[in-house]
């Protein structure tokens, strides 16, 4: 099992948002504090990388800020962490 440090875990979802924006950017303040968030509330990476990719997939429009996928992200991680409670009860 692979473990995600703080740093990766920011860097990672900076890069793939930078990556699908397709431009090199500066995130905001307000996207490092999303992201932090999103850290601790314990959402895994791999929930905030797929949530991002689909709303990149899903859109045509110029997404300029994270907080864009915000919704997304937290509807992902609802849905896998309603999954992680039915596999316990199991």
Request: proline letters at 1%; hydrophobic letters at 40%.
């Amino acid at each position: 099992m692979t473990t995600t440090t703080h740093f990766n875990y920011l860097s990672d979802i900076e890069a793939t948002f930078v990556q699908r924006r397709g431009a090199n950017m500066f995130l905001s303040s307000k996207d490092w504090q999303l992201m932090q968030s999103w850290e601790q509330q314990g959402v895994p990476l791999h929930i905030v990388i797929r949530a991002i990719n689909e709303v990149f997939d899903k859109t045509d429009k110029k997404i300029s800020t994270l907080a864009y996928c915000e919704n997304a992200v937290n509807e992902a991680f609802s849905t896998w962490s309603r999954g992680q409670a039915v596999e316990e009860l199991i």
